[in-house]
């Protein structure tokens, strides 16, 4: 009996152990002190490490919200984040808002993420609704984009997409340092996620790449949202990919072919290699085509 609790007693603290040695912060230095924040989980995490303190780009699940504090302390001296920004309303941007708020932070954000947190939408792709977020998960100071962060002796520009991933995207660049934060602007080497019930749209999306193109030089260092550390001939890749991708079920609208003969057709056969993924499939991908040309929510799979 004994050694059976113990060994229940053992089994329990080696699954928290594996569980939390599931999660990983790889620190990728960018230079100028800012570094990357890279995990096995939600979107990728920017900072910046300097004399004025700490900025952080995006929280994460409130789970990885620790890890992430613990990898940004190893490069700050031990300094607690001072700012954040949200790019933009999705959980897995925001979760661990209150983490750091609690220990100080104060958080920025496009002023349509914090009512948007408050009352969320359902996702007609998933079908999931997100939780309400209240007190310190919400931003403090609201965005309109355009202003400029002057810290860590950089200039920090945030650029709002009024009609992208959602209708609350600030992608955000540090000038001198030459690299771009793009939040859930870019999906590097993977089918975007355009999340139409929160003010996403296919053009807005392009569109919002190509004012990063615009800023960028071959040099530039891009943290994309998901995927890998990634350079403009990535931006330009899935602004290719997803123009091209638009231009075939818009084609097959044209034709007055239903959703059923669209997705039959196959029309991004040729990209389901490269681009296809866990979330954003081949299929949902059409799926987000479609809705967004003929303005009809297809039945989903
Ligand atoms: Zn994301
Ligand atoms: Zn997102």
């Known amino acids: 009996m004994i050694s059976c609790l113990a060994f229940a007693a053992s089994t329990a603290v080696a699954a928290a152990?594996?569980?939390?040695?599931e999660v990983f912060v790889d620190t990728i230095d960018l230079g100028a002190g800012i570094y990357a924040l890279v995990t096995n989980r939600g979107g990728n995490v920017g900072?910046?490490?300097?004399?004025d303190g700490v900025f952080m780009i995006d929280t994460q699940?409130?789970?990885i919200a620790p890890f992430l504090d613990r990898a940004q302390r190893a490069v700050s001296d031990g300094a607690p984040v001072e700012l954040i920004l949200n790019t933009h309303l999705h959980g897995d941007h925001v979760l661990g808002n209150a983490w750091f708020a609690e220990r100080g932070a104060v958080i920025m954000a496009h002023h349509s993420v914090r009512p948007a947190?408050?009352?969320?939408?359902?996702?007609n792709l998933t079908g999931a609704t997100p939780e309400p977020l209240s007190g310190g998960f919400l931003p403090v100071v609201q965005l309109n984009g355009g202003e400029t962060l002057s810290y860590n002796g950089e200039t920090v520009r945030f650029h709002h997409e009024p009609d992208a991933h959602t209708a609350g995207d600030i992608w955000v660049h540090f000038v001198e340092a030459d690299v771009i934060h793009t939040g859930d602007l870019l999906f590097s080497g993977w089918f975007p996620y355009i999340d139409l019930d929160n003010g996403g749209t296919v053009n807005g999306f392009i569109a919002a790449m190509?004012?990063?193109v615009d800023v960028a030089g071959p040099d530039t260092k891009v943290i994309s949202g998901h995927g890998p550390m990634s350079t403009e001939a990535d931006l330009e890749a899935s602004i290719a990919m997803l123009t091209e991708a638009r231009a075939r079920v818009a084609a097959l609208v044209e034709q007055e072919a239903s959703y059923a003969e669209i997705l039959?057709?196959?029309p991004l056969a040729d990209f389901h290699e490269d681009w296809n993924w866990r979330f954003i499939t081949t299929e949902r991908m059409i799926w987000t085509l479609y809705r967004d040309i003929t303005g009809v929510i297809p039945e989903n799979e």
Do not use: C, D, Y
């Open 61 to 63: 699940f409130g789970p």
């Open 210 to 212: 190509q004012s990063m």
């Open 264 to 266: 039959a057709a196959e």
């Open 17 to 21: 152990a594996a569980q939390e040695q």
């Open 117 to 123: 947190l408050v009352s969320p939408v359902t996702a």
């Open 47 to 51: 900072i910046s490490v300097g004399e």
